[in-house]
């Protein structure tokens, strides 16, 4: 087995955490001193709702793939189940997370922005992954990168395994990381009751 791209895949996933919560923090502060256009309109709550929902859905997709994958990527090539119809189906669970955290705002350029951050940052990532996985697996992996998307998922290669082994602490992990994402809905209608009580200045309106 090739090692020629020696790569600490922690080390990458914790530079990318951080470099996210940064982005996160940056558009949050942004969010403190904007609004929706109109105010709270039933749009706005709409799109609250949709966020919501696509937290959760999120939440659950990320869940079902670490099943898949859990305890096993530095040490095989996963192709099956959602790995077989994406090669990186937790960050496309991730970017419909980002837009559910993003649209708690009420604001879809706020809800964008949140998409374009977590789009830019896991592309970087996975460009680093790549590297590694090519150096490891070798024809390996390009088979499998010939055959699976990066991102958009293609259904038609759907294929899956009649048993899986399931490591219940990456499952847990990965369930612990999605629930956070959940703490948008508070702490958007924190900052929205702040700007109504008069505590935060709103300076912009946001489509």
């Known amino acids: 087995m090739s090692t020629a791209h020696p790569l600490d895949l ?9 470099v996210l919560l940064v982005a996160l923090l940056a558009i ?21 709702t949709l966020g919501v929902a696509a937290i959760v859905f999120c939440i659950v997709g990320r869940g079902w793939c670490s099943l898949y994958i859990g305890g096993r990527k530095k040490a ?11 090669r990186n189906p937790l960050y496309v669970f991730s970017f419909i997370g980002a837009f559910g955290m993003g649209a708690q705002t009420g604001s879809l350029t706020i809800a964008g922005l949140f998409v374009l951050i977590a789009v830019l940052v896991f592309a970087a990532t996975v460009k680093r992954e790549e590297a590694w996985l090519a150096g ?6 390009a088979a499998y990168v010939a055959r699976t998307p990066r991102f958009w998922p293609d259904f038609s ?8 082994e399931v490591r219940p602490r990456f499952f847990l992990t990965t369930l612990r ?18 700007q109504r009580v008069g505590w935060l200045r709103v300076l912009v309106s946001l489509p």
Do not use: N
């Not at 290669?157 to 899986?164: F, Q, T």
């Open 157 to 164: 290669k759907w294929r899956d395994a009649e048993v899986i």
């Open 10 to 18: 922690r080390r990458v996933q914790l530079i990318r955490k951080a």
């Open 28 to 48: 949050v502060a942004g969010a403190a001193v904007s609004r929706s256009l109109g105010g709270e309109t039933g749009m706005h709550e709409t799109l609250e």
């Open 76 to 86: 095989e090539i996963v192709d099956r189940g959602p790995y077989s119809i994406t």
């Open 177 to 194: 990381d999605g629930l956070v994402m959940l703490l948008a809905f508070p702490l958007f209608e924190s900052l929205e009751f702040l």
């Open 136 to 141: 490891t697996f070798g024809p390996t992996y």
